[in-house]
T-cell receptor, first 112, second 115 residues
């Protein structure tokens, strides 16, 4: 069965530190992968997506993610985080028919 | 552009009461999804529709939950009777096109508290 796993449940960083959030998926077909962000009290917003082509995908707010097929991974990165990046981050796998399978989410806290 | 619109934003009611959550998808989107978010279980897909037709309702927790999409611009999620364990944030999302790489767009959610 398809699944998405985010290993980091809560990450705490200081401003200007670099960020990498892990995401691994289990799926045998063509993958469509997404990262969403949920700021406190708000709805989920799309950060970036991958479905084909360049495995290094750039998204909004300076985020990027790299699709590594051999590792079944789609890790999210940002070279220098800001306090305003404090949020929960969800990795998701797109299934046939449009369903999204979400990971458990990673809560990021950035200390000013 | 108006995004996905959900109402109400907050609902507090007593157990046993009927609760109806509403969603207006983005105009032109043909897929609609209902999710529930809790601390314990994270984000769970309850049901989704393509072209107003329910495709997969395997996530609906029990018969107390029902969802309808009478037309392309409106959907409801109903809980009857409600129980305290139904307390959660309920999100509606919509998606346009048929390709699986199209992202879902989320509404602001309904925060439901059952006393």
């Amino acid at each position: 069965a398809q699944s998405v796993s985010q290993h980091n449940h809560h990450v705490i960083l200081s401003e200007a530190a670099s960020l990498e959030l892990g995401c691994n998926y289990s799926y045998g077909g063509t993958v469509n992968l997404f990262w969403y962000v949920q700021y406190p009290g708000q709805h989920l917003q799309l950060l970036l997506k991958y479905f084909s082509g360049d495995p290094l995908v750039k998204g909004i707010k300076g985020f990027e993610a790299e699709f590594i097929k051999s590792k079944f991974s789609f890790n999210l990165r940002k070279p220098s985080v800001q306090w305003s990046d404090t949020a929960e981050y969800f990795c998701a796998l797109g299934e046939q028919g449009g369903k999204l399978i979400f990971g458990q989410g990673t809560e990021l806290s950035v200390k000013p | 552009d108006a995004g996905v619109i959900q109402s109400p934003r907050h609902e507090v009611t007593e157990m046993g009461q009927e609760v109806t959550l509403r969603c207006k998808p983005i105009s032109g989107h043909n897929s609609l999804f209902w999710y529930r978010q809790t601390m314990m279980r994270g984000l769970e897909l309850l049901i989704y529709f393509n072209n107003n037709v329910p495709i997969d309702d395997s996530g609906m927790p029990e018969d107390r939950f029902s969802a309808k999409m009478p037309n392309a611009s409106f959907s409801t999620l109903k809980i009857q009777p409600s129980e305290p364990r139904d307390s959660a944030v309920y999100f509606c999302a919509s998606r346009g096109g048929q390709a699986n790489n199209q992202p879902q767009h989320f509404g602001d959610g309904t925060r439901l508290s059952i006393l």
